[in-house]
């Protein structure tokens, strides 16, 4: 029988976005018999959505590199993270309509009724925009990258297990579309629903109900898929907690690791590493906010993978996420062009790291699905996801060709 492999990715906006395309493209080179657009069962939550729906619509992470990362994919492929920044005008408009009547009732409140002014602020609220950014154009966008030839927007006709999970805003209830009774939504509405991030964007519309990001509830909802009987689950999560270390030993061995990533990344050694903040609070109120909400999807998540164990033995479970002490996905900004090229490159450098390093446990978990490392694509240090600025391709094929001889050289040594 062949071996049922799922693929669980958890969310975190442009940024989780990021490091999940640079992350499946060194796993999918890395791992031999590993092909992440044919997966037995899909399962997204928030930006992770976006990416499970374009694998499970037959999209190879380096496709996803090429439309998301690079913009070099050929319409309707090619996606501008500017179709996230759209202001929510409709919004901003129905509570404007509002604003006469709620104001007229406030100060009737105070002047007639006698009533707090405090307690009038509250009323004022309901004129407050659910969320600044309209997610209309990215779910337009997303509309006709699956009306493509050979891709579903439904889930009913896709061909592969797919599940999208939101929250159900009145209930707190998760809903997960793709499943029996929430199929007949289309894909690119249910990716909407499951990012709309409470605050920044307005809370989408099915069916009379509204919904917002699926993280709310839970981190990754893989029982969805854990319940099918899979041999191998491979989980993404972008957001860990930041871990601000001061002990001198560790910051130097991460500021060498940092020099040595740089000269693979192509950038100058200072740029390798963000300046360190030891203190977060010094940072204000975006990292303190940042850091909560982190510690509050990894706590959940940590949770939620020991108790898959106990209940799914007979599935390998591997993890995949930034380190803690990694300030570059802390401290990133995501809608710049060359942070997305440096954030992705840097993804997939630290994820073949990680299978380099932790082959020895990585390989078992990986054999019991019938996959296996591929140890000369590994060992070859030349890699990258992304061309170095301004490198050329014959200077592209030189340097694929220093790192095949470069791990010929090393197979030579040992023999």
Known sequence: MRPRIG???????PLGAIYEVGALCALEEAVEGLDFSACDGYIGVSAGGFIAAALANGMRPRELCAAFIENTAEPPDRFDPGELLQPAWQEFGERLRQLPGVLAGAAR??????????????????????????SDRFGEALTRVFAAPGRSNDFRTLGRRLVLVATDLDSGEAVAFGTEGWDHVPISRAVQASAALPGLFPPVEIDGRYFVDGALKKTLHASVLLDRGLDLLIC??????????????ARDERSRRARELARKLGRPAVRAERPRIHRLVDGGLPLVLAQTFRSLIHSRLALGLKGYELTHPQTAIVLFEPDPHDAEFFMANTFSYRERRHLAEHAYQVTRERLRSHAATLGPQFARAGLALREDVLANREARLLPLPGETRIEQALRSLRGVLAVLEARADDA
């Open 7 to 13: 693929l669980a990715l958890a969310g975190g906006g």
């Open 236 to 249: 993404l999560n972008p957001l860990v907690p930041y871990a601000s270390d001061r002990r001198s030993t």
């Open 109 to 134: 409140e105070v002047l007639l009724e006698g009533r707090s002014t405090l307690g009038t602020m509250e009323r004022l609220g309901r004129v407050l925009p659910t969320g600044l950014l309209s």
